[in-house]
């Protein structure tokens, strides 16, 4: 027995065991394009950050949510001792990841630059989102280079780095960036996951699923897509049963193990108005779908999207909805790729057919729109922001399109003469300041920083000026206990009428007194024009 148990294990006891090389994933051809591609991002980022004239307005809450972070026992009227930061995360509207990374970032630009608190902060928002904006070069071309090879994952790559709106947007205090990479690296992982299926790619795209959730609630969109994509599998037969349910357990650990004890601590899915609305079964629209509505001021929201479709009243719900998704998806997409796009889809159809990976995008870019719908009929609002995640698909389609495009056209113009042209057609508009229009702000919250005193009453509806001047750094600041206070300031701008922004709820308060026969404007800018012709004017109102 033991001489026959000896003789089978002979060979193989004291044998050499081969070293067997790991598999490569990425070689030298790839190293290039993505240094190529982040030298590329890092410049368009770099040079939108360094000719920023102010922020997008949102941008401000994010780095107040950040420095409540560091110090959360601040209040806007003194100190409060009990509050932690667990309170903070808790209370707050938005997930911690964007405003936690703004928090750590702000602790580098305060040791190297001499900025004030408001502007120091505003510059580490801003620099997250370039950070996470370069980042996103890789997903970006592995989810293409697996898809449809390396030129592919190049120029994909490349068009969400330079079209205007993406580009813009990522280079903005906003969390649209740092979003962008999470959902586009869970997207990646997706996409691999159900070309090469295995409980560890699933366990993988979960996680990142939860870390977008955690930017955003409408992150976990890509676990949906996915176990939707692996429930049309088993439905094709291309998966057995009990795999598939394997599969899918692990992506929904993955989710709960990064997004659980966020969601634990909120006790609900989001503490954001839109999802709440959303799921909100009293806001039920069922009966309005095809009518318009009577008040578009019924629900006013402090701020509102610059770039955006409004609903207006008499209009079909579903109707402008759609209408709203398609218009904004096509402008995010800077309407070339679009149709490049769109293109590729019919075009590539039978490769898309047999592609679980092409499947997945396809169902994300359904989801996505289909959510956009629905925000729209509740909201009343689509904007270009919301399409970020259809312009990433998009991105990649289009990418797909040209060397197609190139062989409808005989070889006469080469996809990479087409990639060249759209880029430079892209920049001019992509390398424009950001916020030129709103400079203005930033100059009159320094001087209201100078000049009002304590008890003072600030009216700014934008909210801009009051947080250069250091008065909302925690919180928007309640009015003074002395009603009518003996001094206010009101900021304005050279637009402001009562029939515009009428989200923003201090408008009127401004206009009343900029109306009033006892104001004067105190401050102008630009400074060194006269009053009339100024941009921004704050005005004193002394009772």
């Not at 898809?147 to 490349?158: E, T």
């Amino acid at each position: 027995m033991a001489g026959a148990v000896g003789a089978r294990l002979g060979p193989a006891v004291g044998g050499r065991m081969e070293a067997v090389a790991p598999r490569r994933s990425l070689f030298a051809a790839d190293y290039l394009r993505l240094a190529a591609l982040a030298a590329v991002a890092a410049a368009v980022h770099l040079w939108l950050v360094g000719h920023t004239a102010t922020t997008a307005r949102d941008g401000i809450g994010f780095a107040r949510y950040a420095i409540n972070l560091q110090s959360p026992h601040q209040t806007a009227v003194g100190h409060d001792e009990t509050r932690t930061i667990r309170q903070i995360v808790e209370e707050a509207q938005h997930p911690p990841a964007y405003p936690a990374a703004i928090w750590a970032a702000g602790k580098l630009v305060r040791r190297f630059t001499t900025l004030p608190h408001p502007e120091a902060y505003l510059l580490a928002a801003q620099l997250v989102s370039a950070a996470a904006a370069v980042l996103l070069v890789v997903p970006t071309y592995l989810t293409g280079r697996m898809l449809f090879g390396r030129s592919v994952g190049f120029a994909a790559a490349l068009l969400l780095q330079v079209l205007p709106t993406p580009a813009r947007l990522t280079s903005d205090a906003l969390t649209e960036a740092t979003y962008l990479l999470a959902v586009s690296t869970a997207v990646m992982f997706g996409v691999r996951a159900v070309r090469r299926p295995g409980v560890g790619g699933f366990l993988l795209c979960g996680a990142a699923t939860g870390f977008a959730y955690l930017v955003r609630p409408e992150g976990l969109i890509v676990a949906g897509a996915v176990g939707l994509t692996a429930g049309a599998l088993l439905a094709a037969r291309r998966w057995p049963l009990d795999l598939t349910l394997g599969r899918v357990a692990a992506l929904l650990v993955g989710v709960v193990f990064v997004a659980g004890p966020y969601i634990a601590l909120i006790g609900k899915l989001s503490n954001k108005k839109s999802p709440q609305e959303l799921l909100n079964p009293e806001m039920n629209p069922r009966e309005k779908l095809f009518h318009g509505q009577a008040d578009a001021r019924a629900n006013p929201v402090i701020a509102a999207p610059l770039f955006a479709e409004w609903r207006e009243s008499g209009s079909s719900r579903v109707l402008w909805a759609g209408q709203a998704v398609a218009t904004e998806t096509v402008k995010a997409l800077y309407y070339v790729p679009a149709v490049l796009a769109v293109f590729a889809i019919v075009r590539l159809r039978r490769r898309v057919a047999a592609d679980p990976g092409l499947w997945l995008l396809l169902v994300l870019a359904g989801m996505s729109g289909l959510l956009l719908m629905a925000l729209g009929i509740k909201v009343g609002y689509v904007s270009e922001r919301h399409t970020l995640l259809l312009v990433m698909i998009g991105c990649v389609f289009a990418a797909a399109a040209l060397e197609p495009v190139s062989e409808l056209l005989r070889g006469r113009v080469r996809a990479e003469w087409l990639l060249a042209l759209i880029v430079l057609a892209a920049l001019p508009s992509t390398l424009k300041p950001l916020h030129a229009n709103r400079e203005g702000f930033k100059h009159a919250g320094r001087w209201l920083a100078d000049n009002v005193k304590t008890g003072d009453m600030v009216i700014d509806p934008f909210e801009w000026s009051q947080w250069y001047s250091g008065r909302s750094l925690y919180a928007i600041p309640p009015d003074p206990k002395e009603d009518p206070p003996r001094m206010t300031y009101a900021v304005v701008d050279d637009r402001t009428r009562a029939d515009e922004h009428v989200r923003l709820p201090r408008l009127e308060a401004a206009i009343n007194v900029m109306n009033d026969g006892r104001s004067r404007v105190v401050y102008h800018w630009p400074e060194d024009g006269p009053v009339e012709a100024a941009k921004v004017k704050v005005y004193q109102l002394v009772r």
